[in-house]
């Protein structure tokens, strides 16, 4: 039986190994039963630690185990929606500060109308404005 394309991917093996992280007794697991437990030839396993090494997330104690000392992964994942919430958050003040970057243009751009009309130069008003 073929293997769909999507279930030997190294992003769904990947979430499938941070499964056994997670219920591992701390975080500590032998990489040939995980080879065995994700039915995947041991380098596809080897591929997954060596990105995880390189970025300091697992330590290696012996030849065939590897140790998780990253964050906490409950911790990690329960950030999903903050950090959402915060994007969406930054994404509301952008667009609040553009309009009213435009306000202050438009406005400028009236003060400018005003001040430069002839017919207005006549008027108190328009002799103490100064524009920068």
Partial sequence: VQKRR????LVY?????????????????????V??????????????TNVL???H?????SKNVIQWIGSNLDQVVGKAPEQQNLKDELSDLSAM??????????CAHQLFELTDDKEN??????????LT
């Fill in 6 to 9: 999507f279930d030997a991917s």
């Fill in 121 to 130: 130069a006549k008027y108190p008003f328009n002799s103490c404005i100064t």
């Fill in 57 to 61: 997330l697992i330590q290696k104690r």
């Fill in 35 to 48: 080879a065995t437990t994700l039915g995947v030839r041991k380098r596809r396993v080897y591929d997954i």
């Fill in 97 to 106: 500060e553009e309009a009213l970057d435009e306000l202050i243009k438009d």
């Fill in 53 to 55: 090494d390189g970025i």
């Fill in 13 to 33: 093996l990947t979430r499938k190994f941070m499964d056994l992280v997670k219920t591992a007794p701390d975080g500590v697991l032998d990489l040939n039963e």
